[in-house]
């Protein structure tokens, strides 16, 4: 593929300086910045993830702030999840969603106050639709995208890198949630989370100039743990089930056909809920599954999704297809309709080099 | 800079394998497709531009379908042009804002009917402002993505080369209007448009299926004509003053500071009109501007955008800046503070790799 032209619309982030100089092979564009893709190559990168601790520029999730006396009844209009059960310190995962239930993105919000919240974001411009909203419904809401970079620590030994930087107060950090912590002359929102299933954290980087800072503080201190630059990893990603809006699931799909049931149980008339409910009595027509895909891990990048078919009917589409070294298959989410999901169902993929059998799977690998 | 690793997330367009096969050398990502940046090279295609015929994949150009009983009602809200005046045929150039008169993005309107409408949309989700706009007043109206593709001819033999293909009648269109002619067994909007100053076409394909199949018959008709493949040029776009939406104006920008006050001219009550209306009386604090900085043609690329000084207090920030060659000087674009934008006003530029002179301009240079 050829190079990528950066300009002030794809931007870089605090941290470009230390992701260049530790070798980025190759980027993405996700939320107008450059999301680094792979550093020596997605299995070294994969492996090493797994054994050590990786420190990630995820600057793009960009935040999403809602602030104001009217936030929360805004948040309550957009959020499934019901959020008269968040804690003070709490994270949640959420698909957000258009009248239809549509998905628009599917965000982390943080709540940083009772007036205010943070939606830490997919790709898109969530802040429209909630500036929309606002706006068009005269909220007495501020809608801002501030000077917030997240810094992922990811991986087996995140806990002792992060303890040597922010205290071992960082151990009593649970799953989704957060405390604020002190660097240097200012505190960041510390969170337990991160796009991998092999634990970690999120840094809420408040000011883009204490970017390369923090940055280079993580290197310091964990030379010995083998400490290197990372980025949201293919395999792992795909191995684990975590997925990637607008390739596994757009606005043409609802949290239900993507599996997201058990995060919509709020109570409020929150919007698309006509129809979430409605799937989650009937089931929907389609839902996202783990396919393994036979034959060897010789298969092309899947760019454009891969069709899939029950004798000759199309049944569904692959978005995120890779090899797996541990699980030594090919591992892949796709979007499979009605009657054809069952686990064990063997199915045909037509991946741009010819049909392979792939059979769907009761669970994600990991 | 290192590569780019397409996916379903950031796809390519009905146009790829002719961009592909035409040799596109470097891609930027914009509304999640990709977007060449070059062929042969900023030069070479520059002059190719001003001479020949191009064929543009602007893909990119996503439509936002707003159709419905409450159509009309939604765009008198969103567009600062009177949409009173608009003719059944015609295309609208208009900066989008927000309650604060924020840019939100800078589409061209077009008038499908008196119920249905297109915002031709620059890099951001636009969708997502009209949808929570409409979803928060519970408008009737259906706010969607369309299957079109947007392909620009450019340069001066486009009429002759749109000729060939779609007929004599192109020739009648007038500037930013448009008429719907036949293609295979189907029509397609057809406006006399496109991101230069060099005079062209913009056709909406309607149907990806459309996409090479046109591709094909323009290039095959268009081979005495000199016709190639060419993307929106950065040189003769600075030359011209079309402005990139993210780059050049931000949501923390007016169109007043942008220099569109013409295009703010509608009675109704707009979103951002108050803002707007004072910033037209009592004239804004910021403005962009012309500006030739001295020295050869060997400035650094300007990803970041370089800080204006006059003196030693910074007055401004250029994030559009190359040499043209046929002006004999680097053209850029930047927004500079009220006191200094003066036509002849001398300033300092960092561009990173040393401090210039550079002259506020009285026009952009075509």
Redesign the interface.
């Known amino acids: ?12 982030t605090p941290f470009t300086p230390g992701v260049q100089a530790a070798g ?7 939320n ?1 910045m450059l999301l680094p ?2 550093f020596e190559s997605y299995e070294a990168d994969y492996r090493h993830l797994k054994e050590h601790v990786q420190v990630w520029d995820v600057s793009v999730e960009r935040q999403v702030s809602v602030k104001g006396p009217d936030a929360l009844r805004l948040m309550r209009q957009m959020s499934p999840r019901d959020m008269d059960k968040m804690a003070d310190d709490q994270c949640y995962y959420a698909p957000i969603c ?2 239809n239930g549509g998905m ?1 993105n599917d965000p982390v919000l943080i709540k940083i106050a009772e007036d205010h919240y943070w939606m830490s974001i997919a ?15 005269g909220l007495d809401v501020d809608v801002v ?1 501030p000077d917030v970079s997240p810094l992922a620590v990811q991986g087996p030994k995140a806990d002792e890198l992060m303890a040597r930087v922010f205290g071992d107060v960082v151990r009593d950090i649970k799953f989704f949630r957060y405390k604020r912590l002190a660097f240097e002359d200012t505190e960041f929102v510390v969170a337990r989370s991160g796009w991998s299933k092999q634990g970690g954290f999120e840094i809420y980087v408040d000011g883009s100039d204490y970017g390369m800072p923090l940055w280079n503080r993580l290197f310091d201190a964990g030379q010995d743990l083998n400490v290197r630059a990372g980025c949201p990893n293919l395999i792992e990603r795909v191995e684990g089930g975590l997925l ?4 596994d699931m757009r ?1 043409e799909n609802t949290p239900i056909e993507s599996g997201l049931a058990r995060f919509c149980n709020s109570p409020e008339g929150y ?1 698309g809920k006509s129809v979430i409910e409605a799937q989650k009595a009937d089931g929907p027509n389609k839902m996202l599954r783990p396919i393994a895909i036979d034959g060897p891990g010789d298969l092309p ?5 891969w069709d899939v078919y029950a004798d000759n009917k199309q049944v569904g589409l692959i ?2 297809a890779v090899w797996s070294p541990d699980f030594n298959t090919n591992v892949s989410i796709g979007m499979i309709d009605r009657g054809h999901w069952d686990p064990g169902t063997v199915l045909n993929v037509d991946t741009g080099t010819g049909m392979r059998p792939a059979t769907v799977k009761e669970k994600f690998w990991i």
Chains 1, 2 share one sequence.
């Open positions: 593929m050829a190079g990528i032209v950066p300009s002030r619309r794809v931007r870089g980025a092979k190759a980027y993405t564009v996700y107008h893709s792979y258009d009248h628009l790709d898109g411009d969530l802040l429209q639709w909630a500036l929309g909203l606002a706006v068009g419904q995208e990637s809006y607008g390739s606005r919007i990048h899947n760019a454009l999704g978005a995120s």
